[in-house]
Each structure stands twice: as structure tokens, then as C-alpha cells.
């Protein structure tokens, strides 16, 4: 019973959780966090809001962006059905080498693609090279 | 600005349909006088959405800049803003939310980032938030260049996140224990759908206007006046992808001054100097030189380039007595030379070849550059000339280093919306000159300006006394020392309603000057937006020294006092002139009929547009640039979007057409000129021919002879491109030059080619040169590479005639 009780406004939350109300707010509207358990004057937030903010601030100190928070938080059976892809970046690697990436894969992904073809395009840098040198 | 429809109208260029911004644009008024800027920034917010908005535009104050007071014009009511401490103002804010009044906040955070926010704009309510501010300007000899932020540049910071959320959005968030709650924009590589911006400013510029023009945005300008104009956008609008850069010359470089009586009794007045009135700099010393070069992934392309140029050209105006050193920095910092080393011909080459090594990659560590490059320089008093972007956060920890360092820093900025405000902080607290170029400019020609007036100061141990003012006294102690090309601004107030002249007092290599100019009062407004400037410039000032975002008062070191220290200082000074700062932020809360509690509003944040040629993956793509082959990777872009993908096509191709069609979407002629330029024009030519200059000033040749005749026809191209010994960005070159050709003009072949050396060397050292000559005609003279003969010599004599009478 003690804890259905522990409501807050958004002032208190704010003043909890150390963060600007404006902060708040603006997960809220970035699907970070879940809005108020009741609308109205005296809307409610409650621990689990508390949480999800501590949460979110530790995932920063990790690096991560809030969009990447936010995938986080949707969970990994949300990118099961990819759509037919319509556009694709193109990336030239070498003179004769491009690489084609679905425009609309994940971010995090592909920062990872991104850093594969780093890889690939400096080891091919490095084969030409050499090839000049002999 | 048509009412009607709110101000603009605007259209998604891909949907065709009516786009649902939040903020839909951005208009700028005011005056632009001798001293500074007055401005209105009128913003339209309006809500398309269902539900009610919360709106966060943040933006970059220019420099010397403060925030006065907004109002908030809605449907059927104006409030003005009220100054509060930040912490107050917020929970005004936060309170007027919450209840759901009309709430704005304009708070200032670190390195002059601004957050305006409006809470609470119901669906399809059209709300104006008109914020007042005033602004330093760039003073030049003979004018102003004028600068104003259209949009924010992503900035470096160690802890900065920063991802590509969408293809062609970057999203930016800088740590919140150093930098609070600021908001920063999703940034687009397309600007073409956001906002738009425009501005109709008024000029005034005392001495008779010679003209004014913008190396940003089309201008249509009227005079109103002898000096005074008239400038707006010459099109229907623009996109926030770029500053507004104006520059206002004047017919003459003759001192200036603006003021007036304030409502207080007290004159307050500005007066700026222009440095010929020091005389010249006689006397050339060995110098002692270090180039700092920003050679982080922001600056790829056309900046590092032409940067890389400037730096050759600029060695090519020292001799074997000077010495030189050189830093590159960017997430780490590398060295050319472990120490300083005489500029020897062999020396120059090893630094040129280390130059052509030099690619964009990586972060913006300026402080650790900075560092390495005082230490370089050591105690002798070498000056320090960085070519930086300046895209970085937390500048004030690294104008604390460099202000620690003690040495005099000069800096070239470089770039669309390039950090104005860091960068003439760091040169100014540091005793040093800046300047700012648009990457659509000549980088390596603003350098050269700079690195020839930045060398031995024209004038030191300034004094100014106001004997001929009433309880005339400075607001700001003015600089100690003036260097060339850059005027020494007074800053003062007085008891006087009738003005009066004040003296300055200065030692110079030909004995001490002294000079008494005149102080003019005019309109209090003038006057009161004197005071205003005044005030923002010691906020500015002071705001530098506030490393953290705010000090916890509880805390007890002595970092803590030094800062609660500040804040106080800074509260006063915001009271005292009524402006915003660090401390101070401005609140309003608008109380509507049927304001409704139960709705909590959805906060979006303004987007804005990549700063043209800033390179969008050095911050948000591969975590290091991928090199492609044979094609500058940022003329290219690392990617390009291919629309579809249903037949099999030439990649590389498509990629080549959709970057030229990436260049003509910018639609402006300025960026012809810079592709073209690629391909070389006649001050390309000169770049190179001056950089080739041996230590003893001429040009290299296989015999005496051909160096005389080649460094002869080198200076007659310099005298034709408008620079002598005096006055244009190759003087020193010039200076160089003259002193080769006096000495081996002894060995000139014939009597005839010894007149023709002796004029050129006249001509250069004392002569006004008619304006520029076609370009055709340099570039012919310095690509002529003819055997030295008698031919040869009358060839250039004709050459010269043409030019010289």
C-alpha cells in the first residue's frame, strides 16, 4: 500500500531525480520515458519514472545518445520485419571497391558497418601501397 | 515580412506539402552602428500539432554579445521579459508549464550557446518571441565585418555524444555535469526543408559609406545616406546552413566614434583608431613564428587546404633569420621539429613535403595544440598563429590554459558558422589579432593579411588619457599594443554633454606618438546602445573566465570561491546594464483565458543546417574518415544517397553526378569561384610563386641572371595584384623582394633593365598601384618563365610600362 502512495508531480521528480523539468519533458517526448500515470493537474509519476531517469543517465555516461537509448529501451523484437529497402547509401571504399548499405539500418549498426568498411578501406590502402612501393 | 500568413510559408521540397515546423522562421532587424549592433531577432513559432508544444531553438550568440529582454506577441497580448537569476528564472518557468501558461525561457550556458524555450504553444496557436540583443563587430582600418549566427556548428568535446540518427540528421549531446540541460539541434545535411531566415538591417557608419557587401547571402542594399544604408536578402528567403557575414567599408580609414548621453547623465562613447594613424612598422626583426594547424575532421577540404597554402606562403615572407616551428593537432598533437629552426630554403622544403602528409581525421584537442605549441615556442616570445575552425566545447577551459600559457596568439577562423566569439576571446586575452574567413573566401589571402600585420606591433605601450573630457575615464583598459590592419578601440564614459577629444599616447620603433582624437556625442539612443555594447563586452569578457556550468555553492575550494567570486561579479554586471548572462536569464510568463494544466506539452528542439562545408561525418559518420581514392573525400562526401535501386548502374558515376548536383543545389556564384579556384587563378599563382621565395627574397633560377629577371617579374605581378611594400595581404612578400632586387640589381645586364628594377623597387616602396589589373594579365606574368635576355628584358619593360603609367 506504502508504495501504490508514492506518487510525485513533475516538479518532484525533477527535484528527485536532479534533473531540469524541461529535461524530463523532452524524454518524455523522445520515448524515453513513459508519461504520467494520470493527466491532469496533479499527474503522477512514480518510482519506476525514477528509475528509467537513473537509468537513462547511466547509459549516457556510457556514451550512448538518447536515440540510442531509445532503441535500447524498444526492445530487440522491434527491427524483426525490415521493410523493402528504398534507398542505400553507397560508400566508395577504393577506386574499385564501392560498398551498398540499407539508408535505413539501424544507427547502431551502422556505426558497426561504418567501422568495418574503415577497416577494409585502409587495408586496401595499405595493399595499394605497397604494390606502388615495389 | 508578410502578416498575413505568419511570415513565411514553407514547403517540404521532397512532399511538396506544407511543412509542420515549430519554429517556421527566424527575421533579423536592426542597426549596425560604427561600434557594434543593435539587434531584433523576430522568432515565429507556431504549433501544427495536436497537442501543445514546448519549443527549444538554441542558437550561438555572436560575439560580444548579450541577450537584453524578449517579448512574446500572441493572439490578443505582448509581455516583456524579466531578468532573474538563472535558478529563479527557471522555476518560473518550469512553474508556467506546469500550470499551462504561455512560458519563455532565454538561459545562456557555456561557450554562449542559448536555449530559448516556449512551453505551452496550443495546437495551431501562432506565437513571436522578439529577442533584443546587442552585438560586437570585426574592426577593420577602414570598416566593420559584421557577423550573425543563422545557425549552430557542431562543436568537439571529448565527451560529446554524437550519433547520425537518420541519414543525413546528426544529433550532438555534450555531458550534463559540464555543460547542464543545454539543448543542442539535430543538425541536416539538407537545410532546404527548415526554417527560414532572412534580415533587413540599417548601417551607419559615420564616415562617409563606401559600400557594403557579404561573402554569405545575396544583399540588396540601398543608400539612405551619406553614410548610411539600407541592407536586406535580396531573395524571398534563406536556410539556417550558414552565418550572415556583412562587410562595411568605409572611403577612408579615419577615426570613429559613436555615443551619446545615457538616461543616467552619463556620456557613454566608443571610439575606434585606425591603426595607419600609428604610422608604419620601420624596423623589420628577426621573428620568431609558430603555425598551429587544426587539422581535425571539420576541417576537411577546401579550409585545410587552403590553410596548408597559407602557411607555406607565409614562410615564404620570413627570412634565414627568422625562426619557425609548427604543431598539427587534432585528437592528438604532432610536431614538425622537436624546437624552433632557422627558416633555411632546406628547412622550408622539409616543412612543405610535412605539410602535403597532412589530412583531416579526428577531434579538436585546440588546448593540447596550444600547449604543445608554447612549449615549442619556449620564452622567446614567438608568436603563435593558429588556423582553427574553433568548433569546439568548453572554451573557457581552454582559454584558461592559453591565458596560463602567456603566450600572444593570433587566429585565423575559418568557417561558415564558425566559434567568432571563442576566437576573438582567445587572440584578445592573449594580446594577439584575429580574423574570420568563410570557407567560400580566400583562406590563405585573409592569412597572409593577418600573418603580415601581426608581426612586430605598430604601436606598444598604448596610453590614453581624457584630459579633454569632462570625468572622461575608460569602462575597459584598452589593449597595450597595436598592430597593423587592426584599429585600437576606447571604450569610455563621460560627465560631458558636449563631447570633447581624448589623447593617446604610444613609443614605436621612430619614438613615441602622440595623437588627440575627437569624441562626437549624438542621439542618447546612440548613447544608450553604447552603454549596452559596453556592458555586453565586460559580460563576455568575464563569462570567459566561468569554466564550470554553475558552481555549487557549498562547495568550499578555492576553485569554488574563485567562481562564486565570478558569478557575483557577473549577477552585478547583468543588473547594472540590464543583460543576460551566464547568471542572469530572462523569463516571461503569459497567463491565456482556458490555459489548461492537464496537458503536458511535447518538446521538440529546432533543427538546423550542417554549416556549409563543414564535413557532416566528421562528426556523425564513420568514427574515422574512410580515404577515398583519386577524389577529395569532402568534395565527394563520403556517401551519397542513391534514390533507388532497381537496375543495375554505374555506382561510381552516379556518385560523381549526385556530388556535382550537391554543388549547384548551393546555387551560388561564390562556389563556382571556389571550384574554380581549384583549378587555379591568378592569386593561386601568386600563392605559389611567393612561397618559392628564397630566404635572401628572390626568386630560385638556374643562373643570376634568370633570378633577377624571374624576381622582377614577380614584383611587377604583386604591384599589378594591388599589394606594394605597404599595403596588401603579399607586403612582406614584397618587402622581400625589394631588398633581393636592390642588391643584385648591380648585376642587372644592361642599363635599361637596372631603370626598369630601380622604378619597380620605387614604385613598390612609395607608389600607390591603380586598382588590380585584369587577371589574365598576373598570370601570364607570373607563368612567363623566358630565358634571361635582352628580349626577355624589353618584354618586361613593355609589361611594366603597361602598368606603372
Known amino acids: 500500500m506504502a508504495a501504490e502512495a508514492q506518487t510525485w508531480t513533475l516538479a518532484e521528480l525533477a527535484a528527485r531525480a536532479e534533473l531540469p523539468g524541461r529535461t524530463i519533458r523532452y524524454y518524455i517526448a523522445r520515448g524515453l520515458l513513459p508519461g504520467p500515470s494520470k493527466a491532469g493537474r496533479g499527474a503522477a509519476y512514480g518510482p519506476e519514472h525514477l528509475e528509467r531517469l537513473r537509468q537513462i543517465r547511466d547509459w549516457q555516461a556510457r556514451g550512448l545518445t538518447l536515440t540510442e537509448i531509445a532503441r535500447r529501451l524498444a526492445g530487440p523484437d522491434r527491427a524483426v520485419l525490415q521493410a523493402e529497402p528504398v534507398a542505400w547509401w553507397h560508400y566508395a571504399v ?12 539501424d544507427p547502431w549498426r551502422l556505426k558497426q558497418i561504418k567501422n568495418y568498411l574503415a577497416q577494409m578501406a585502409a587495408g586496401l590502402r595499405a595493399d595499394n601501397e605497397g604494390k606502388e612501393q615495389q | 515580412m508578410n502578416e498575413g500568413n505568419g511570415g513565411f510559408t514553407v514547403f517540404n521540397v521532397e512532399t511538396g506539402r506544407e511543412a509542420r515546423l515549430a519554429m517556421e522562421g527566424l527575421w533579423l532587424t536592426g542597426r549596425i552602428l560604427p561600434v557594434g549592433a543593435r539587434l531584433l531577432v523576430a522568432h515565429t513559432f507556431r504549433s501544427a500539432e495536436a497537442q501543445p508544444l514546448e519549443v527549444v531553438y538554441a542558437f550561438a550568440l555572436p560575439r560580444d554579445a548579450a541577450l537584453r529582454r524578449f517579448s512574446i506577441l500572441g493572439e490578443g497580448f505582448r509581455v516583456r521579459s524579466a531578468l532573474r537569476p538563472v535558478e529563479q528564472a527557471r522555476k518560473e518557468y518550469e512553474q508556467g508549464v506546469a500550470e499551462g501558461h504561455l512560458s519563455s525561457l532565454a538561459r545562456v550556458y557555456r561557450d554562449g550557446r542559448v536555449n530559448l524555450s516556449v512551453g505551452n504553444i496550443r495546437p495551431g496557436e501562432l506565437v513571436k518571441v522578439f529577442l533584443e540583443l546587442v552585438a560586437g563587430v ?3 582600418d577602414d570598416g566593420l565585418r559584421f557577423r550573425f549566427p543563422f545557425t549552430l556548428a557542431p562543436c568537439y568535446h571529448r565527451e560529446a555524444r554524437a550519433v547520425e540518427v537518420q541519414p543525413g540528421v546528426g544529433e550532438l549531446e555534450l555531458p550534463e555535469e559540464e555543460f547542464g540541460d543545454v539543448l543542442l539541434p539535430p543538425y541536416m545535411t539538407d537545410a532546404a526543408a527548415l526554417h527560414q531566415v532572412g534580415f533587413d538591417l540599417s548601417v551607419q557608419l559615420g564616415n562617409e559609406l563606401a559600400g557594403v557587401s557579404s561573402p554569405s547571402h545575396a544583399l540588396r542594399f540601398q543608400l539612405t545616406g551619406p553614410g548610411a544604408a539600407r ?18 567599408q568605409a572611403r577612408e580609414a579615419a577615426p570613429r566614434s559613436c555615443g551619446g548621453v545615457c538616461r543616467d547623465g552619463r556620456a557613454r562613447f566608443t571610439v575606434v583608431v585606425p591603426s595607419v594613424s600609428f604610422g608604419r612598422s620601420a624596423r623589420a626583426t628577426p621573428r620568431s613564428v609558430v603555425f598551429v594547424l587544426d587539422r581535425s575532421g571539420s576541417m576537411a577540404g577546401a579550409p585545410l587546404q587552403q590553410a596548408k597554402k597559407a602557411v607555406e606562403a607565409c614562410l615564404g615572407a620570413l627570412s634565414e633569420k627568422d625562426q619557425m616551428g609548427f604543431v598539427a593537432f587534432d585528437t592528438a598533437v604532432e610536431l614538425f621539429q622537436s624546437q624552433l629552426v632557422p627558416c633555411t630554403a632546406a628547412n622550408r622544403e622539409k616543412l612543405r613535403r610535412y605539410l602535403q602528409g597532412i589530412e583531416a581525421q579526428g577531434g579538436t584537442e585546440l588546448a593540447a595544440g596550444i600547449q604543445a605549441a608554447v612549449q615549442l615556442a619556449g620564452l622567446g616570445g614567438a608568436d603563435l598563429f593558429v588556423l582553427t575552425d574553433g568548433q569546439v566545447a568548453a572554451t573557457e577551459d581552454i582559454l584558461r590554459v592559453s591565458r596560463a600559457a602567456g603566450a600572444r596568439l593570433h587566429c585565423l577562423g575559418i568557417g561558415a558558422a564558425s566559434q567568432d566569439r571563442f576566437l576573438t576571446l582567445l587572440a584578445r586575452e592573449t594580446g594577439g589579432v584575429s580574423r574570420f574567413v568563410t570557407p567560400r573566401e580566400r583562406v590563405d589571402t585573409a592569412a597572409l593579411e593577418l600573418f603580415a600585420g601581426a608581426g612586430r606591433p605598430l604601436a606598444s605601450e598604448v596610453k590614453v588619457s581624457f584630459d579633454g573630457l569632462a570625468g572622461g575615464k575608460a569602462v575597459l583598459t584598452p589593449p597595450a599594443a597595436v598592430f597593423e590592419g587592426h584599429p585600437l578601440v576606447v571604450m569610455g564614459e563621460a560627465d560631458t554633454k558636449e563631447g570633447g577629444t581624448l589623447d593617446v599616447e604610444w613609443a614605436a620603433d621612430q619614438g613615441p606618438g602622440r595623437l588627440r582624437v575627437a569624441v562626437k556625442l549624438g542621439d542618447p539612443r546612440d548613447g544608450e546602445t553604447v552603454r549596452l555594447l559596453q556592458g555586453a563586452r565586460l559580460i563576455t569578457d568575464w563569462e570567459s573566465r566561468l569554466t564550470d556550468e554553475l558552481p555549487d555553492g ?15 561579479r557577473l549577477e552585478q554586471l547583468s543588473r547594472d546594464y540590464g543583460l543576460a548572462s551566464r547568471v542572469m536569464a530572462l ?8 490555459d489548461d494544466a492537464s496537458r503536458l506539452p511535447t518538446t521538440r528542439v529546432v533543427p538546423v543546417g550542417m554549416p556549409e562545408d563543414t564535413c557532416f561525418e566528421s562528426y556523425f559518420g564513420a568514427v574515422q574518415p574512410l580515404a577515398v581514392h583519386g577524389v577529395d573525400r569532402a568534395q565527394v562526401g563520403l556517401a551519397e544517397k542513391i534514390q533507388t535501386f532497381r537496375a543495375p548502374v554505374d555506382m561510381l558515376d552516379l556518385t560523381l553526378r549526385e556530388s556535382c548536383a550537391t554543388y549547384r543545389r548551393s546555387d551560388s556564384a561564390a562556389w563556382q569561384g571556389v571550384l574554380c579556384e581549384a583549378a587555379g587563378t591568378e592569386d593561386d599563382r601568386l600563392m605559389e610563386a611567393v612561397a618559392r621565395l628564397l630566404p635572401d627574397g628572390g626568386l630560385p633560377g638556374a643562373s643570376e641572371q634568370e633570378r633577377l629577371l624571374r624576381s622582377a617579374a614577380l614584383l611587377l605581378a604583386l604591384l599589378g595584384a594591388g599589394s606594394t611594400a605597404r599595403v596588401g595581404p603579399f607586403r612582406l612578400h614584397v618587402q622581400k623582394l625589394v631588398g633581393f632586387l636592390k642588391g643584385a640589381a648591380a648585376d642587372a645586364p644592361s642599363d635599361t633593365s637596372r631603370q626598369l628594377i630601380e622604378d619597380l623597387v620605387a614604385r613598390a616602396e612609395c607608389g600607390t598601384v591603380r586598382s588590380p589589373q585584369p587577371r589574365e594579365w598576373i ?12 628580349v626577355a628584358w624589353t618584354r618586361l619593360e613593355q609589361w611594366a610600362r603597361e602598368l606603372l603609367d
Open chain 2, 554 to 568: 557549498r562547495r568550499s575550494t578555492r576553485k569554488a570561491r574563485d567562481e562564486n567570486r565570478l558569478v557575483a
Open chain 1, 94 to 105: 577504393a577506386e574499385d571497391v564501392t560498398v551498398l548499405v540499407r539508408a535505413d539500418a
Open chain 2, 779 to 790: 598570370e601570364a606574368l607570373v607563368c612567363w618563365a623566358p630565358e634571361p635576355s635582352a
Open chain 2, 231 to 248: 541592407v536586406s536578402l535580396s531573395r524571398e528567403g534563406a536556410v539556417p546552413d550558414r552565418d550572415l557575414v556583412l562587410d562595411v
Open chain 2, 138 to 140: 570585426d574592426w577593420r
Open chain 2, 587 to 594: 523569463v516571461a510568463v503569459v497567463e491565456r483565458f482556458g
